[in-house]
Nanobody, 125 residues
Framework: QVQLVESGGGLVQAGGSLRLSCAAS????????MGWFRQAPGKEREFVAA????????TYDDSVKGRFTISTDSSKNTVYLQMNSLKREDTAVYFC??????????????????WGQGTQVTVSS
């Protein structure tokens, strides 16, 4: 089992920055993929970014490429999402996810077995 706890959400003005954290515990050595997703009211959960432990490969949705950065601190079993140049359309609940499979479609929520509780990000104009 893997447990995930997100933090760092909040209210920020458009153009500002936030850094989200996701602390993993439990069988963290089994994790092969970590992902960030978001869900706005009335919308489906959508992919934001992912990190593949083997090779340190990162993947981003086009909507956040160049503005968001996913990174990890293996010593703390924590994954971060640095969000810069935030826009109103970035407003959503952000979720951290983890998967232990050796291969996963990182852009699909269904590929991840473990999820955090979510943290709210609100971007005001």
């Amino acid at each position: 089992q893997v447990q995930l706890v997100e933090s760092g959400g909040g209210l920020v003005q458009a153009g500002g920055s936030l850094r989200l954290s996701c602390a993993a515990s439990g069988r963290t050595f089994d994790i092969n993929y970590m992902g960030w997703f978001r869900q706005a009211p009335g919308k489906e959960r959508e992919f934001v970014a992912a990190y593949k432990r083997s090779g340190g490969i990162t993947t981003y949705d086009d909507s956040v490429k160049g503005r968001f950065t996913i990174s990890t601190d293996s010593s703390k079993n924590t994954v971060y999402l640095q969000m810069n140049s935030l826009k109103r359309e970035d407003t959503a609940v952000y979720f951290c996810a983890a998967e232990t499979a050796t291969w996963a479609n990182v852009r699909s929520p269904g590929a991840y077995e473990y999820w955090g509780q979510g943290t709210q990000v609100t971007v005001s104009s």
